[in-house]
């Protein structure tokens, strides 16, 4: 943990303004340092059991886990926040998440869509997915409506609980030790539609054998997904600190041509039309992009890249001025190398890609059991990084080139408007149950969308 000696509110600033400098094309001060340790972690590394306390985790219970994770983590962002949720995946009857005998939840290979189905999902694929894919997906919804109404609301109650308990905790955690985040809903995430189609609907294996079957189809699904992307992508407050996150996944598995044809295209349009709205992207590339980095270089300008794997001085060469990069540490070096091996590694990506800013420290992936790191090796590791993180010329501009022209405007125009019965328009709303008077009407037609888009959110798949 950084020198408590410090006040956590200048903490807090000088992070604030790091972190403001490096996502507006300004050389920081020194460059930002992400932990690499998982909600997970913490919890294995506090000595607590994973398969029984997520099932009744508190707010105090969670800061006693924090506070004991201050023994290793040394980031300028607290990280280790997203955990699903037990309660609500087993009131669904998830069986797209399921928990293994150690506590840990696994994605499955599994389908729930057929292809008898494309059509139906090419019509009306929102409604689609919650009227076949959700009653498919959690077994407790594959009921009558009574029976169905209650394990979702009893899903949701859980799911708003961990996120109270967690919103909180973090909060305090971080006022304490003066750690960034975001401010709040400035962040979103949003689902490449290839993605999401693969995943969970059509199963890694079917989806390429659509791709030779029926391909026509494979492109009319990607379609009739993107207006629900676009919606989402327009949830996130627009600010420089935030964003939307999009957690990459099937792109490295296809050919070149496949690329092309089915997964960049409206991943390319989703990136821009994020950024038209002033939400700029933090991209998880998973496994290796180094064969798909010219698709990359036609993103926005100021677009976060956080790579797994790939060759770190070619991805700096190549889009460094353009984008903000991040990751490639293993850190399972942290557990099976020796400390001079772990130093060098970092000496190697930070030579790499820190000169000329546009830079961020942050590993592979997350480390998930309390054997992944060895903390003297993490240690050195910090200690290595926070020497050697300042820079000489703070304050000047990375890329001379307006990020407005790197921007290509209009592309949501191309779809049409999120329609489904289940977004209730407050109009449509307001002639079944009218205000008492006129001037309740703006105070309910607040409160209205307020809570009808916390339930939209929670019925989106």
Not at 19 to 47: H, Q, W
Not at 58 to 85: P, Q
């Amino acid at each position: 943990m950084s020198d408590l000696s410090i006040n956590p509110q200048e903490l807090l600033e000088f992070r604030t303004k790091m972190m403001t400098d490096v996502c507006s094309n300004v050389i920081p001060e020194r460059f930002p340092l992400y932990d690499g340790i998982s909600y997970e972690y913490m919890l294995k590394y506090a000595g607590d059991d994973l398969l029984v306390d997520q099932y009744s985790m508190t707010e105090e219970k969670l800061l006693e886990i924090f506070e004991k994770s201050t023994e290793i983590s040394r980031g300028d962002v607290f990280s280790g926040m997203y955990a699903r949720n037990a309660n609500a995946l087993m009131l669904q009857r998830s069986k797209n998440q399921v928990m293994s005998s150690n506590g840990m939840f696994q994605h499955p290979e599994v389908r729930f869509m057929e292809v008898e189905d494309y059509d139906d999902f090419i019509a009306n694929a929102y409604d689609w997915l919650v009227e076949v894919y959700q009653p498919r997906v959690n077994a407790s919804y594959d009921a009558d409506g009574a029976m169905r109404a209650l394990f979702f609301l009893a899903a949701t109650l859980a799911a708003n609980e961990q996120n109270a308990i967690f919103t909180n905790a973090a909060r305090k955690h971080r006022e304490k030790y003066g750690l960034f985040d975001a401010p709040p809903g400035t962040s979103g995430s949003i689902n490449v539609p290839f993605d999401r189609l693969a995943d969970t609907l059509r199963s890694f294996t079917q989806i390429n054998m659509d791709l030779r079957r029926c391909p026509d189809k494979v492109l009319a699904a990607l379609d009739a997904y993107m207006p629900i992307s676009i919606f989402r992508a327009r949830l996130a407050k627009p600010n420089v600190l935030g964003g939307n996150a999009i957690m990459t996944h099937m792109g490295t598995f296809l050919s070149q041509k496949h690329f092309e044809k089915f997964y960049w295209p409206t991943f390319n349009e989703l990136v821009h039309i994020s950024a038209e709205a002033g939400i700029p992207t933090t991209i998880f590339c998973e496994e290796n992009w180094d064969r798909l980095i010219d698709n990359l270089a036609d993103l926005p300008q100021g677009s976060r890249m956080w790579i797994e794997y790939g060759t770190p001085q070619m991805y700096k060469d190549k889009i460094g001025k353009k984008f903000v990069l991040g990751g490639f540490y293993p850190i399972v070096l942290l557990r099976n190398g020796t400390k001079e091996q772990v130093v060098d590694k970092a000496k190697e990506i930070v030579d790499a890609l820190a000169p000329g800013g546009n830079y961020f420290f942050r590993f592979d992936k997350s480390a998930l059991n309390s054997s992944d790191i060895n903390p003297e090796n993490y240690h050195a590791l910090y200690d290595y990084l926070e020497a050697n993180a300042k820079y000489d010329n703070a304050g000047q501009q990375v890329s001379s080139t307006p990020k407005e022209d790197t921007i290509t405007k209009g592309l949501a125009d191309k779809y049409p408007k999120l329609q489904s019965k289940y977004l209730v328009d407050f109009e449509d709303f307001k002639k079944v149950y009218p205000p008492a008077a006129e001037s309740a009407e703006p105070l309910m037609k607040a409160q209205f969308n307020k809570f009808m888009m916390q339930a939209f959110a929670q019925l989106t798949p």
